[in-house]
């Protein structure tokens, strides 16, 4: 590595790597460990810490509960208006977070399409906790979703039709075979979605709001303390990049049998070109 | 007892699949190139196919009738099917792959099969004999009234294949259930099965006894499938009731078979003999020629002569003293050989 280009890339690689580092230890380093632990406690990020708990776990329930078997159904099928289908699913992940808030006050807000339905059941969803429900659900399901897809389409369809032949219902066939087989590919799509969810931010200040113990998550409490208190911000911050090393983490050590054989891999696509 | 009724009828990609069939305790054997519609014909009896017309029976008990809108979901139809590349479940073990398809003879299977010390083995970890095995088990562990089989020798290498063809026609006849088994290679399809059809572009063109297919053989195709020296050329009537084929490679060949216009002579490489020099023995047909190649198959030696192959035994060979590219003659009787219309 001593020829001039190899002095340029060991340059480039050292900029690139402590300009992604840099950051990231500041927050950790900006103020004695202490304060950050203070500023865990303050009332905010507490408050911050729980809403986005109870947001995240709900959200991230339904998407698994409802996503699965809608990426199973598309994923196992082929049919002429498919592409078209997962165009629709991939839309979301591309709009900016505006559009998402404005989406979803069109739809769901007082004045919305659904709204004067809405009303008369005496539901009302902007700047409730469900609105932040619902933004993580329209902004991150679909990185769920896209990469299930994906991981259900890799499933050799010659398994699910062997378990057929040896008794099994669609039902058990799905949950012994399918399922399993996919898991590799809807661990990382999860994680995705769920980091996705986490951060999200443009969509759920625009249709939730940011009320402290309401709809304030803790990437909106980051942006609030940042005015009020600084080390406040800077703790929150700690938590977000500790949970999000740590899903990271999580997802390199979810089991990989799956491609120690040969006809049915799933290998992770979450954009596969299929 | 119930026999297996099939009737089926269905576009593939470049022709239509047509088969009909009775199987009753019995091994038939669907023998054809690849792509000639032989798995469809598996997957529409098992139910992961579904023709556009046809009729599948069990006795009494109709699992597709298209005409009556009976269709039956693949796990209410008793089969055991062997899928060609064993399609074992790659993150289940196999104690868990045999008992996927019931669990009142789990451990009866892995030891009839050999593999109760494989029970912790996952798929990936076993050899192709094995897999075969943990299919074959599981397919059974649902009590199938039918055992279909897809290709069942043809993912094993030539050794492995010997010793599993042999365990495969011992359980066959022990099970005596109504077998269909597909196969490209006629060897296999003549050792495992009591009939044979040989099926090409969705149809079935002979269907009888391996021995049949291989004395009367209905046409070009199945003679050449079967193994037969294959020489074309057109047939006149001949001296003593003969038929004499003008071959077109030049030369005559005689029959004791009738036919005329445009015909394949054929005759089995067991009916070829070899000679230094022409004798005059008993056989009327002689051709002098190049030996072109020899291989060995165990005791026996396939020689390659001009446009014929004859197969001696090795002990023959030797006391002829066969090399490449020295002149031999080979010939065989006018009864020998059997005239197919070409189509």
Known sequence: MRSPFGVVLALATALALSFLLLPILAIFVDIPPGQLVDGMNDPAAIDALLVTLKTTLIANAVILLVGTPAAYLIGSHSFRAKPFLVTAVELPLVLPPAVAGIGLLAAFGRFGLLGETLDVLGISIPFTQLAVVFAVMFVAGPFYLRAAISAFESVDPTLTGAARTLGAGPARTFARVALPLASGGLGAGWALCFARGLGEFGATIMFAGSLQGVTQTLSLAVYEQFDVDFDVALAIGAELVVISAFLLLAVKLVPKWTRSTSPSTTPFAPFGSR | MDTLDLTLDHPLRS???????????????????????????????????????????????????TEAGIDLPPERRSVGLVF??????????????????????????????????????????????????????????????????????????????????????????????????????????????????VIVGGRILQLGAAA????????????????????????????????????????????????????GLAVFPWEVALARAESADSAVNHVRGEVRSLVELGNRVRV????????????????????????????????????????
Do not use: C
């Open chain 2, 15 to 65: 022709f239509r699949l047509s088969v009909a069939a009775t199987l009753g305790r019995e091994t038939l054997a669907l023998v054809g190139p690849s792509g000639a519609g032989k798995s469809s014909v598996l997957r529409a009896i098992a139910g992961l196919l579904r023709p556009e017309r046809g009729r599948v029976a069990l006795g009494a008990e109709a699992w597709l009738d």
């Open chain 2, 84 to 197: 060609q590349e064993y399609a074992l479940f790659p993150h289940l073990d196999v104690r868990r792959n045999v008992a996927f398809g019931g669990r009142g003879r789990v451990d009866e299977l892995l030891e009839r099969f050999r593999i109760s010390h494989l029970a912790q083995a996952r798929p990936a970890d076993l050899s192709g004999g094995e897999r075969q095995r943990v299919a074959l088990a599981r397919a059974l562990a649902r009590d199938p009234a039918v055992l279909l089989l897809d290709e069942p020798l043809s993912a094993l290498d030539a050794h492995t294949r010997a010793v599993v063809r042999a365990e495969l026609a011992e359980l066959l006849a022990e099970l005596r259930l109504p077998t269909l088994l597909v196969t490209h290679d006629f060897e296999d399809a003549a050792a495992l099965a009591d009939r044979v059809g």
């Open chain 2, 212 to 263: 049949e297919l291989l004395a009367a053989p209905a046409d070009a195709f199945v003679a050449s499938f079967t193994g037969a020296n294959l020489l074309h050329g057109t047939a006149r009537p001949g001296p003593e009731g003969l038929t004499e084929v003008v071959l077109d490679a030049g030369g005559s060949m005689y029959s004791v078979d009738e036919g005329h216009g445009r015909v």
């Open chain 2, 304 to 343: 390659r002569v001009g446009p014929l192959t004859a197969e001696i035994t090795t002990a023959s060979a030797e006391r002829l003293a066969l090399r490449e590219g020295e002149d031999v003659v080979a010939s065989f009787k006018a009864t020998a050989s059997r005239l197919v219309p070409l189509g």
